[in-house]
């Protein structure tokens, strides 16, 4: 009895989530209302997010086959609902002049973090697979929402029909891993690979194929076509989420794969990634430069990102788990502070967002502090020194330095210094004044809307963080994973 | 603590003048606040100075001889603390800093009319970062000030600068500088780590200490390359030749304030790097490396000059005559003896005084005619009151007349020189026959010749005058009696020849 409580403790914040969401349902069905929906999940969001403090408590803790929860996945788990959170504060200006449904917007976001929860305690195929479309279905609905736009519901279908590819592979694969080693389990894996080595190469095969189907999800070189339609189509706050929630959650998972399954990593294999990851960076900085729309651009600076994130895991170790710890929880405060300012900017609704590069030109003699804020996330962005973003970019190249991968540390140096000219175009627009094609700006009160307040609270972080980082990297180093 | 609140003050400062004039605008509140904040500076700079005793005999090995320091635990995952320390180098850096800080806050007084307040948070966090870069003894720190000043001087460029020609404007300009000094700055933090790596393998102690660090055994390969990855870092900055793209094209477009810090500050920073990071962290690559950085540094001599002299731009002129003098402190640096050590400080303290000048003077000019162009001016001399005579000593300086600064710091490093290295310094002083030449070119092109027209165009007000007299007054002090420069930086550059002859020079 006391062990069922101590399971149910374990999974509270997905449970918590799943209440929600039948909470949610059901105030929809009982009466419309817009703030009574997105009220309730802010509710469900903090009370999951509050959960883990007692989920601490049980660490690290197998519960059923198929979830292992560590600290690991409570430090990840918390990344997400925090990013979730900020997603639902920022859709609800956005959502408020929809002329649509507005309310199963919330649905859709709530289900989608239950997803990527699921997928960062999975230590098995089974919760892998379930997690990972738990995570993207609803993400086609909500990429798709504003539907009456066309280049967003061209943004869903796009991003349906890769999606489903990309699972095929994922399923593939795993049947292979399956039918080479027995188990569906990671760990399982490498006895049932030590005791039949005559599958080395159907491994290989399997595992390849997981590593595309996720590196489609995590939008890396050559699997990126997809990226920055998306994210130009789907609206603000969607594109938030995307970039946060669904890359933490993947990157999380690939993480534990590739720490507990360790053996199907070999030398090729890891080589590969490593190509993967340097493509990623060149040609993600590379195709940027080139852009006008800030969404497009942000999506392509996520593709770079994501490749200096692969180095991480290309050079595994402590340091590399570390490290990937650290980037991700300074890219997430970064990129939802660039979209945030991005949707408050086109906040409310009114037809295609704000994207195109003039639009901002001049933010900051309107807008003085957004414009700060979005200065910021810029630099943190390109890593100089003062911002979250530098002590990620520290930690990669830390990384490859550390395991020698002098080629992978080079290319982040080289793509470092192209993503900055992108980003300092995108910054000094906002302080140039001659006068735009067309303005936009956010309404007049933003700083006293909760996601104004949420996106100048991330500016404080990715200043604070930048300049004294110590909590962060003890709190990442608490964050072990379990060897369960 | 004076280390902190020299480093702080500057900051504090900076956003004082921001928010204020947010309240008042528009206003001149701002600018007070800069030039007290800059006074403060240079107050404290002056004051440590004073207190301070920096004629202490240096050893090998021991810890250095700093005169302050100031440590305070920072990231201790990878055992890096906020270590400030002082002396003789340091000093003479920062008290430059100090005075051209004012100035540079005092040449804005009437180019800058819009965004005052940004305008000077800009200015003063520059000066804060570069105080950083001079202070700053752990390799983190050094790095983290090294970057951070390169974002206010990009906005300084791109938000205040002049547009050029079509195709040349200042977001170019400043963009092309960010993107020289920050990637060539990442090549110096994978050196940076793979210094720190090497010696954690060999101790498991992470440290980003420059006294830890400098005693950590390296093999031949590694350590080149890792010295490498200053060297180019600094490279760039300084200007050496084939890294200097940026460098007149920054200068050119950048408002007076901002040439003056970059001529006056920033291009130091790499030659204190050099002096302070690349010769002690890599003594033997340093010197293997030695004959490479001083054939550069005569190219880079040269080169400039001859740039310099096919320039139609005053600024970008006097932008190129800035490498062809940071060859002379290149090749000061590289030769390894006291004498042209001390040579590269005077040089330096010398070269930021008469580059100042002739930056400042240009401002001038450019607000009295709204040209840069060299071809559009002639006959200036007897139209500007007192300016051009102030040039002409400017320019007289630049080319190294005896009794500046500049004919000191550079007698000093081919003398010293010239024990070591003969032929550099042979081929070198060539170099002073070209200086002459433009320098005399830009005399003769902006002052002398037929005049455009007779009226006058104004002469220099009290705060101009007073601004050029300083300056003045400065250089003649460096020139005649330069043992003021020489007692402050004995010691830290006995040190510097030191480590570097902890291996001997092959060129020896």
């Known amino acids: ?484 | 603590m004076i280390l902190c609140w020299l480093l702080f003050v500057p900051f504090i400062g900076g956003l004082l003048c921001w928010q204020l004039e947010s309240r008042h605008a528009p206003s001149q509140v701002p600018r007070w606040i800069a030039l007290l904040t800059m006074l403060i500076v240079v107050g404290l700079a002056l004051w440590l100075w004073m207190t301070g005793d920096y004629s202490l005999a240096g050893t090998v090995g021991d810890s250095p001889s700093w005169v302050r320091e100031f440590r305070l635990g920072w990231i201790e995952r990878f055992g890096i603390s906020f270590h400030l320390a002082i002396d003789g180098l340091s000093l003479i850096m920062i008290m430059l800093t100090g005075f051209l800080g004012v100035l540079a806050v005092v040449c804005s007084w009437r180019e800058i009319t819009n965004r005052i307040g940004f305008f000077h948070l800009n200015l003063l966090w520059i000066i804060g970062g570069v105080i950083g870069v001079f202070l700053a003894i752990d390799l983190f720190l050094f790095f983290f000030f090294w970057e951070m000043m390169l974002v206010p001087m990009y906005f300084l460029i791109a938000l205040w600068g002049h547009s050029g020609s079509k195709g040349n404007t200042r977001i170019g300009a400043a963009m092309k500088f960010f993107i020289y000094t920050q990637a060539s700055g990442l090549l110096m933090l994978v050196s940076i780590l793979g210094l720190v790596f090497a010696h954690y393998s060999q101790t498991g102690v992470f440290t980003f200490d420059y006294v830890v660090l400098r005693d950590t055994p390296l093999t031949g390969a590694i350590s080149y390359v890792l010295m490498l990855g200053f060297f180019i870092a600094f490279a760039v900055k300084l200007p050496v030749v084939p890294l200097h793209g940026w460098l007149p094209d920054a200068h050119a477009q950048a408002p007076t304030a901002g040439s003056v810090d970059l001529a006056g500050i920033l291009l130091k920073t790499a030659a204190y790097g050099m002096l302070r990071f690349a010769i002690p962290l890599f003594p033997e690559a340093s010197a293997q490396f030695a004959p490479v950085a001083m054939a550069l540094g005569l190219v880079g001599i040269y080169y400039g000059a001859l740039l310099a002299f096919s320039q139609t731009d005053v600024k970008r002129l006097i932008a190129c005559s800035s490498i062809s003098h940071m060859g002379f402190v290149l090749i000061g640096i590289y030769s390894g003896t006291l004498l042209a050590l001390q040579g590269v400080i005077v040089q330096m303290v010398a070269h930021a005084f008469s580059a100042a000048g002739l930056f400042i003077i240009s401002g001038q000019i450019y607000e009295r005619i709204h040209t840069r162009n060299m071809s559009e001016m002639g006959g200036l001399f007897g139209r500007m009151g007192a300016l051009p005579g102030f040039a002409l000593v400017f320019v007289m300086a630049s080319l190294g007349m005896p009794g500046t600064g500049n004919f000191i710091g550079e007698f000093l490093i081919l003398f010293g020189a010239f024990e070591s290295v003969p032929w550099v310094v042979v081929l070198a002083s060539g170099g002073l026959i070209l200086a002459a030449i433009y320098s005399l070119v830009l005399m003769h092109r902006v002052y002398w010749g037929t005049p455009k027209s007779e009226a006058s165009l104004g002469g220099l007000d009290p705060r101009e005058y007073s601004m050029m007299l300083l300056l003045l007054v400065l250089t003649l002090w460096v020139g005649l009696f330069p043992n003021t420069v020489l007692d402050i930086s004995q010691t830290a550059m006995t040190e510097v020849t030191d480590w570097f002859a902890v291996s001997p020079l092959p060129t020896r």
Request: glycine fraction near 10%; proline fraction near 3%; charge should be neutral.
């Open chain 1, 1 to 484: 009895m006391t062990q069922f409580f101590t399971h149910v403790l374990a999974l509270a914040p997905l449970l918590i989530l799943c209440a929600t969401i039948v909470t949610v349902m059901l105030a929809i069905a009982v009466r419309r209302h817009h703030f009574t929906a997105a009220t309730l999940t802010v509710i469900g969001l903090n009370a999951a997010l509050l959960s883990l403090i007692g989920v601490l408590q049980v660490t690290p803790i197998q519960v059923t086959p198929l979830f292992i929860i560590d600290d690991f996945s409570v430090l990840f788990g918390a990344i997400v609902l925090v990013a979730s959170l900020a997603c639902t504060t920022l859709a609800h200006a956005y959502l408020e002049t929809l002329p649509d449904r507005r309310e199963e917007f919330y649905l859709l976001l709530l289900c989608s973090a239950g997803g990527a929860l699921a997928l960062i305690a999975s230590r098995h195929f089974a919760s892998l697979f379930i997690g990972l479309e738990l995570l993207s279905v609803p993400l086609y609905g909500m990429v798709a929402y504003a539907y009456r736009d066309r280049i967003s519901l061209e943004a869903g279908l796009k991003y349906m029909v890769l999606s489903g590819a990309a699972s095929a592979f994922l399923l593939f694969g795993m049947a292979l891993l399956y039918a080479a080693s027995g188990s569906l389990e990671y760990v399982g894996l490498v006895d049932g690979m030590a005791n039949g080595g005559a599958h080395q190469s159907w491994v290989l095969i399997g595992v390849g194929m997981m590593v595309v189907a996720l590196a489609f999800k995590l939008s890396l070189v050559p699997f990126h076509v997809w990226t920055p339609d998306v994210y130009e189509g789907a609206p603000g706050p969607v594109s938030a989420f995307l970039a946060t929630v669904s890359k933490v959650a993947v990157f999380a998972l690939l993480l534990r794969f590739f720490t507990l399954a360790a053996p199907a990593a070999n030398d090729w294999l890891l080589t590969l990634m490593g190509v993967i990851a340097f493509a990623s960076m060149m040609i993600g900085n590379l195709l940027a430069l080139r852009q006008r729309n800030v969404k497009r651009l942000l999506g392509y600076s996520s593709i770079a990102h994501l490749g200096y994130l692969m180095t991480a895991i290309v050079a595994g170790g402590d340091l590399g788990t570390e490290a990937v710890g650290v980037y991700l929880a300074t890219y997430v405060a970064t990129t939802l502070g660039a979209f945030g300012v991005v949707t408050l900017v086109s906040s409310p609704y009114s037809g295609t967002d704000a994207g195109a590069l003039h639009h901002y030109r001049g933010l900051f003699w309107r807008r003085p502090y957004l414009a700060a804020v979005f200065t910021v996330m810029m630099l943190s962005l390109a890593g100089i020194p003062m911002t979250a973003g530098f002590l990620g970019k520290f930690y990669v190249i830390a990384v490859s330095v550390e395991s020698g991968l002098w080629w992978l540390a080079g290319g982040i140096v080289a793509g470092s210094a192209i993503g900055l000219y992108y980003y300092l175009r995108m910054m000094v627009i906002m302080f140039l004044d001659e006068p735009g094609e067309s303005r936009r700006d956010a309404v007049s009160g933003w700083g006293q809307q909760s996601g104004g307040i949420m996106v100048l609270l991330l500016a404080a972080a990715v200043a604070f963080f930048g300049i004294y980082p110590q909590p962060l990297i003890a709190l990442v180093n608490a964050a072990g994973m379990a060897s369960g």
